[in-house]
């Protein structure tokens, strides 16, 4: 039983408190010792634990649940070795206690050894009346073994003893996804709702396993059940959205994400929605207005930063474009997407340095898309750095070996140099590789594809 100070059952918890206040020892039973110590465990209060199940030993010292509780601890402190020793001593009093082989084998996934875990768990199946728990721990282990197959059948198993085990279902459900078996989930959660026809999480779940196969209309009936189920459920309102939006129904999705906000404080990612479904319906006013509401609720929100940019990229208003993505590097100059879109945006107004800039940003963050390197190159080219934009280009090549389009250009500036033996051999890979993108040279490099060095190079590749 779990104690709270607002519940009328705490009262041992507060009468222990008072104790420790008052430093006056008093006595308690081993049971009421025991909901004290979970109240702790369960709230993450371990040092008070600690001294609750040390207070407790004093008083109860041959009490087994509460040795079990400091095994608890110790496991949880990784004090294995100690917790081993204490679970040999318990097992010779009560060999058919269940929780001294499910902390056994709680020790046996710490040390990632979770088939003897397995193991140890069925055997507590043999000594429990309540089989739920253990089914999920033996999913659980599964689940570290990245055995999808069997973790699902374990947490089922869990599920037909405890159908309100939501942590179960919601395991299960991870393991159909994995191993991409929707409509296998569909199936199952068809049977589950058969049995629990007012259950919203299953309503939920089996919706967005309808998504996942873009079955969307049976999807919006799901969610709506969902809602039937619980009027306040958020999450159903705001996939019951997200549906709607996929069946171009902007109004009506726009409505669904403001019962959230109105069900609870505003989130940013209902505030972006809105905005979305109001540009879809051409309302450019209350679109711009909900994305700033999105930035203004969750700064650090970078879809919403890429939002309002690329609303304005998409009305050529690219002043106002650059002047929200420096507002988001400002707030966060490590992110890559606001980097690239600064690249780009800078690009289109014919800031050549700062959209070099932005590229070179993105790679330096790690993000080596063939496009940035490509782009970042041409950029080098046109400031005439060319040193530069050929150092840049064998970066790329470590990534993108054998690439025509590299080839390509690094003849072009070899060429541009007059390095011609390099200049020629890196054209020579390219026309191997695709002669059709020789529109590359004719377009970045005018001059040296009119040459008749590289006119003679294409002639004698076409023989």
């Not at 279902?169 to 994995?178: G, K, P, Q, S």
């Not at 189920?229 to 902007?250: C, P, T």
């Not at 970066?395 to 020629?424: D, S």
Request: glycine content about 4%.
């Amino acid at each position: 039983m779990q104690l709270s100070h607002g519940d009328d059952r705490n009262f041992p918890l507060t009468r222990y408190e008072s104790m420790l206040r008052s430093n006056n020892v008093i006595f308690f039973d081993s049971d009421e010792f025991e909901n004290i110590i979970h109240h702790y465990l369960e709230n993450g209060k371990i040092a008070k634990a600690k001294r609750a199940i040390s207070l407790g030993l004093s008083q109860h010292p041959s009490s087994v649940n509460l040795k079990l509780l400091e095994v608890e601890v110790l496991v949880f402190e990784d004090q294995l070795d100690k917790a081993d020793r204490m679970l040999a001593q318990l097992h010779a009093l009560e060999p058919e206690n269940e929780e001294i082989y499910i902390q056994k084998a709680n020790i046996f996934s710490k040390q990632n050894q979770h088939l003897k875990a397995i193991e140890l768990l069925s055997t507590a199946l043999e000594y429990t009346d309540d089989t739920s728990d253990i089914y999920s721990l033996i999913g659980m282990e599964y689940l570290f073994m990245d055995d999808f197959e069997n973790a699902k059948v374990n947490f089922m198993k869990c599920l037909e003893q405890d159908q309100e085990d939501y942590s179960a279902l919601y395991n299960m459900i991870y393991c159909f996804d994995f191993l991409e078996q929707h409509q296998e989930a569909i199936d199952y959660l068809n049977i589950f709702i058969n049995k629990n026809p007012y259950s919203e999480v299953a309503w939920h779940q089996i919706g967005k396993q309808y998504m996942d196969i873009h079955a969307y209309k049976e999807a919006l009936t799901a969610f709506d059940f969902a809602v039937i189920s619980d009027e306040y459920f958020i999450g159903a309102y705001l996939e019951k959205g997200k549906v709607l939006e996929k069946l171009a129904r902007y109004q009506e999705a726009i409505e669904n994400y403001r019962i959230t906000l109105e069900l609870d404080d505003p989130t940013s990612f209902a505030l972006l929605r809105i905005g979305k479904c109001y540009e879809k319906l051409g309302n450019d006013e209350l679109a711009i207005d909900h994305y700033s509401k999105t930035v203004h609720e969750d700064p650090l929100l970078d879809k919403g930063w890429i939002a309002i940019t690329d609303f304005y990229v998409r009305k050529h208003d690219y002043q106002k474009a650059l002047y929200h993505i420096n507002k988001a590097i400002n707030i966060d100059s490590e992110n890559v997407a606001y980097w690239k879109s600064y690249a780009k945006i800078n690009l289109r107004l014919g800031h050549t340095e700062e959209a070099e800039r932005g590229y070179r940003k993105t790679l330096e963050l790690g993000n080596y898309e063939l496009e940035t390197w490509l782009n970042r190159s041409d950029l080098l080219k046109t400031l005439g750095e060319h040193e530069a934009a050929i150092k840049n280009l064998f970066q790329a090549i470590e990534f993108y070996p054998e690439n025509t389009e590299i080839e390509f250009r690094l003849a072009g500036l070899f060429l541009m140099q007059q390095v011609y033996e390099k200049g020629l051999f890196h054209l020579e890979n390219a026309l191997k590789l695709d002669h059709e993108f020789v529109i590359i040279l004719e377009e970045l490099f005018p001059n040296e594809f009119q040459s008749p060095l590289v006119q003679n190079a294409i002639i004698r590749h076409k023989k």
